[in-house]
């Protein structure tokens, strides 16, 4: 039961890794749209579907990780640094869901060249979240 468990958590840490690093793309398109209504209320419709799936996905992968870490007791100071850089992870996520909304209401956003350098932070995050799973050091 713990290898089904850990499957299902890494398909929808998956499936939320891909709206985390997908949304701020979404933020940079809306930059670039400038003053027409038509694709910037495109993008923010799709901004917000994604927003509400990314949070869908987040749930389900987190009561598997918590059942990973309760159930099938996971744990020592590997975890608690992952657990760390995933709540950073968590908050780029809605820092960037807010961003959406706020957009989609007219407010302005920063230049899309900051919004790329935004883009990057996720990754950055990501590498070493996979290495401390994979190589659990401490």
Do not use: Q
């Not at 299902?8 to 930059?31: E, G, K, Q, S, T």
């Not at 949070?55 to 760390?84: E, N, P, Q």
């Amino acid at each position: 039961m713990y290898l089904w468990t850990k499957l299902f958590h890494v398909l929808f840490v998956i499936a939320w890794m891909a709206c985390v690093f997908y949304l701020p793309r979404i933020l940079v398109n809306l930059a670039e749209a400038g003053a027409e209504p038509a694709v910037r209320e495109r993008l923010a419709l799709m901004g917000r579907r994604l927003y509400r799936f990314g949070h869908v996905m987040f749930g389900i992968a987190l009561l598997l990780g918590l059942t990973l870490w309760m159930h099938f007791d996971r744990s020592g100071g590997w975890l608690h640094a992952k657990l760390l850089l995933v709540v950073m992870l968590l908050m780029h996520f809605v820092f960037t869901g807010r961003w959406i909304k706020r957009a989609a209401g007219g407010a302005p956003l920063p230049s899309p060249t900051a919004l790329r350098w935004f883009n990057e932070i996720p990754l950055l995050l990501a590498i070493p979240v996979l290495w401390l799973v994979y190589f659990k050091p401490f």
